[in-house]
């Protein structure tokens, strides 16, 4: 929430400052301007240096109507089994990303969430632009419940993830067939922060 509010307040921030800049060009028209085929000064660079930070910081934050989730499984080994998250730019426009989403097993073919949500692997979050048809990817580690006691486990089919994106309070179910714990106190997930 904090996060969101301080996304807002920057974005509008720097919405006054592109407004201010196009509001100086107009009341200006007679500054001279670049000829075609010159080279650019140093003050040339330095200002299309600051429009292309401004343009980029401009992006808009990505939605659940921008983005689609998808599980691809890669590899297992000694009772993990590895994949990531991927979410597609499905939308027509550019849109930007964050952190870590919220990953957890869902089952009982309702949607009910099984055991406990993913815990978050440490890593630095870079800020992902998306262009309609990119990806981000999160690393999902998954430990194997049938390496567990039953009597702690407590087995549960699971029918697949639930999905959110970062900052998001709405959620994707993607599918993914495999056996939770119902014991919360047992943690099988772990995923990291997207990235291109």
């Known amino acids: 929430m904090v996060r969101s509010v301080w996304h807002r307040s920057l974005f509008l921030m720097l919405g006054a400052c592109a407004l201010a ?15 075609a085929g010159a080279p650019a000064g140093p003050s040339s660079s330095a200002a299309t240096g600051a429009s292309t ?13 921008d ?9 297992a ?8 998250i991927r979410l597609t730019d499905t939308g027509d426009r550019t849109c930007v990303l964050q952190g870590y989403g919220g990953l957890s097993y869902v089952g009982g073919g309702n ?6 949500p993913a815990d978050r692997d440490p890593g630095t979050a870079p800020r992902v632009v998306l262009h309609p048809g990119d990806r ?3 690393l999902v580690s998954e ?17 697949g993830f639930r999905v959110y994106l970062p900052d998001s309070t709405r959620s994707q179910l993607v ?22």
């Open 21 to 35: 800049v196009v509001a100086t060009l107009h009341l200006h028209p007679g500054a001279p301007q670049a000829q």
């Open 53 to 65: 930070r401004a343009v980029a910081t401009a992006v808009p934050e990505c939605g659940d109507a």
């Open 67 to 75: 983005l689609t989730a998808s599980y691809r499984a890669r590899d």
């Open 77 to 84: 080994a000694a009772g993990h089994r590895y994949g990531v």
């Open 111 to 116: 949607g009910a969430q099984v055991g406990a």
């Open 136 to 138: 981000a990817r999160s």
């Open 143 to 159: 430990a194997v419940a049938q390496d567990y006691p039953r009597a702690t486990c407590r087995p549960a089919p699971v029918d």
């Open 175 to 196: 599918a993914h067939a495999t056996t939770g714990c119902r014991n919360s106190s047992v943690h099988l997930l772990s995923h990291e922060p997207f990235r291109g």
